[in-house]
């Protein structure tokens, strides 16, 4: 049978200005491009609504096999220990819910992947921290979104800016791509400062941004910065996500 993924919603508040319709709601929502990633890899995907309760928490991972974090808006820098500077659109509910689906999966040692926001997540759920602004930040930053000219880029969709990304030792990026190089998309204006307790880095970008992390004590607990699942014509990146529900097989 394949193996079910759950895949994390991304939340439109009530007075959201981008939408027309259900006005006054807030709504579950997810790019189509999460579930083709999973799908065409073999998997079948399911949405994970945004729910605080722990009990219902541990009761939906007990139904998967596995968990995909997805991007999405900045997350609160009160989790990690720091006022707000750059963080926008922060959603403390999402946050939260999160956090927990990764605690719980990691528990049930049930596979993680952390895509963009998700490897962010992951890197707070084991009490690491974030550049809340790389451009302000990181010296000699590449280009990792549109533009460096407004912080609100990160938020649009457009053109993908594409950078390199050097592999830090032997990880899972090792088992499906080949060389130490790998060629990347990107659209993210923070990152990974500090991956945290038991998370290793395992690639960064040439000015030194995190891009991938695991954690080599649980079965599979892994993030990219990079967003795969819009790189469909990449069949590195489409094994990828083949690597990933094969975990979840197991």
């Known amino acids: 049978m394949k193996p079910v993924i759950g895949i994390t919603a991304n939340i439109s508040p009530p007075d959201d200005r981008n939408r027309s319709f259900s006005k006054g709601v807030a709504?579950?929502?997810?790019?189509?491009?999460y579930i083709g990633f999973i799908e065409s890899a073999g998997g079948s995907p399911v949405i994970l609504p945004v729910v605080e309760d722990d009990e219902t928490i541990g009761r939906i991972i007990d139904s998967l096999d596995g968990v995909l974090i997805t991007g999405g808006v900045d997350i609160e820098p009160d989790l990690y220990g720091e006022p707000n500077s750059y963080s926008m659109g922060v959603d403390t509910w999402r946050d939260g819910s999160e956090i927990?689906?990764?605690?719980?999966?990691?528990?049930?040692?049930?596979?993680?992947?952390?895509?963009?926001?998700?490897?962010?997540i992951l890197g707070i759920a084991f009490s690491g921290s974030l550049h809340q602004d790389i451009y302000t930040s990181v010296?000699?930053?590449?280009?990792?979104?549109?533009?460096?000219?407004?912080?609100?880029?990160?938020?649009?969709?457009?053109p993908e800016t594409y950078h390199n990304t050097r592999l830090t030792g032997r990880s899972f990026l090792t088992e499906v791509f080949d060389g130490d190089v790998i060629r990347v998309n990107s659209s993210h204006h923070q990152?990974?400062?500090?991956?945290?307790?038991?998370?290793?880095?395992?690639s960064r970008a040439d000015d030194n941004v995190v891009e991938a992390v695991q954690c080599f004590d649980d079965r599979c607990t892994i993030g990219v910065q990079w967003h795969p699942e819009r790189m469909d014509d990449d069949e590195k990146q489409r094994e990828l996500a083949r690597w990933f529900v094969s975990q979840a097989c197991k």
């Open 27 to 33: 709504l579950h929502y997810i790019q189509h491009s």
């Open 100 to 120: 927990k689906l990764v605690n719980e999966a990691r528990r049930r040692q049930v596979p993680i992947m952390g895509i963009c926001r998700g490897i962010q």
């Open 139 to 158: 010296d000699g930053v590449l280009l990792h979104t549109l533009s460096k000219s407004s912080l609100e880029t990160h938020l649009q969709f457009g």
């Open 191 to 202: 990152s990974v400062r500090d991956p945290g307790d038991g998370l290793t880095v395992v």
